[in-house]
């Protein structure tokens, strides 16, 4: 190699360097559609005495190989591009380095852990987001949750060991940490944002929730103020337990179930929102990936720092399925000027205060984002 060229690595290195040590979450788009790697940084306490430095969520892996719902004359779908991420194992390898990446000079101590990935996060039970082949190649140790058909189908199988169910975040019950249960750490917790009547979840989200600056929990927390959790740690309510989350929704997911989110105690800060532009029909009646419209109306609540785009892929698809989507592209430009051509979107109500310090963003296939 030559200088100029080793001294562009070196340089690359240090930029990468300099990004990991401000503990700041990481996501990974594994594929060109609906599978991530978020990375969130453990509490300092946490890491103090060598333990690694980020906790790993997987969420909805399809990395190689076809999907198929019901039938393969029914619905058969392809990656029209290769998974930059084709394996669990790559999965883990990226981990490893993002982990060695925080010290390049440091001891390497992947080869004494059994798997980086520290949870699974299944949103539906179809195989584009439930796909067998892949999950079946993940630590059985690791454990997964999962919506109630996808549980039930992943517990078929008899591969892990465990499988929760992903509770609901509701106006009655809109406290963050309530769905910190073990295995989960007392600073984080997964939950479902969930449309009324839709008894499917198909238009649903799922909300990783984390307070990396949370102490460790003791007896001393305990106070007149406080209320026990269903993991038995006494918190207070206050300033401090107020949190950020990254909320995860591939076929969308309609603005009033996402009102819980803006309304929650202590306070939820939305970091990310994970929601697909395309507007995708099968037929004429029914709705499938709700699109860029949909998302400017949840947008308006939650008020993300970081909008980006998920499960748009174009995949190569065959059987009966195929024929009759319909699939439109809705951009955010495209979203906001419909509503200032029907009277919507009114400046000087606030709405472009709305987007001032918001970025939407696609991540393409195998790049990564540091979520400040």
Not at 45 to 57: D, H, L, Q, S
Not at 152 to 172: A, C, G
Not at 232 to 259: L, Q
């Amino acid at each position: 190699m030559d200088l100029p060229s080793a001294q562009l690595q070196q340089e690359l290195r240090d930029a990468i360097t300099r990004e990991l040590q401000t503990r700041r979450p990481l996501l990974h788009h594994l594929n060109a559609d609906s599978s991530w790697l978020l990375q969130i940084p453990r509490p300092l306490a946490a890491t103090k005495r060598g333990g690694r430095v980020y906790y790993n969520i997987l969420l909805d892996p399809w990395l190689a190989g076809g999907q198929s719902d019901i039938a393969s004359w029914f619905s058969q779908q392809w990656h029209a591009t290769e998974s930059a991420t084709p394996s669990v194992a790559a999965v883990e390898e990226l981990a490893r380095e993002t982990e060695k990446g925080r010290e390049p000079n440091g001891p390497d101590t992947g080869s004494e852990i059994q798997t980086f990935v520290d949870a699974v996060v299944v949103s539906h039970e179809f195989t584009d987001h439930c796909h067998r082949e892949t999950l079946t190649t993940v630590d059985p140790d690791v454990p997964v949750f999962a919506t109630q058909k996808a549980a039930d189908l992943i517990r078929s199988w008899n591969h892990f060991r465990q499988v929760s169910l992903i509770p609901p975040f509701t106006k009655e019950d809109a406290d963050w940490r309530s769905a910190a249960l073990p295995p989960l750490p007392e600073w984080l917790s997964i939950s479902r944002l969930q449309e009324p009547g839709d008894a499917l979840y198909y238009h649903s989200a799922v909300m990783i929730a984390f307070n990396t600056a949370l102490p460790q929990p003791t007896q001393d927390h305990a106070s007149s103020s406080a209320r026990t959790m269903p993991n038995g740690w006494s918190a207070p309510i206050d300033g401090a337990d107020a949190a950020e989350c990254v909320i995860y929704t591939p076929h969308g997911i309609r603005a009033e179930a996402v009102e819980p989110v803006a309304e929650a105690s202590p306070s939820l800060s939305t970091l990310a929102f994970l929601h697909g532009l395309h507007d995708i029909t099968l037929g004429k009646a029914q709705q499938l990936n709700l699109g860029g419209k949909n998302g400017l109306q949840c947008q308006r609540i939650l008020r993300a720092k970081y909008w980006v785009g998920t499960h748009d892929e174009v995949k190569k698809g065959y059987g009966l399925v195929s024929w009759f989507l319909k699939r439109k592209i809705i951009s955010v430009e495209h979203a906001i000027k419909e509503e200032q051509n029907n009277g919507l979107y009114r400046p000087e109500k606030g709405d472009e205060a709305l987007w001032k310090d918001v970025s939407f963003t696609e991540v393409p296939n195998g790049e990564s984002r540091v979520l400040r």
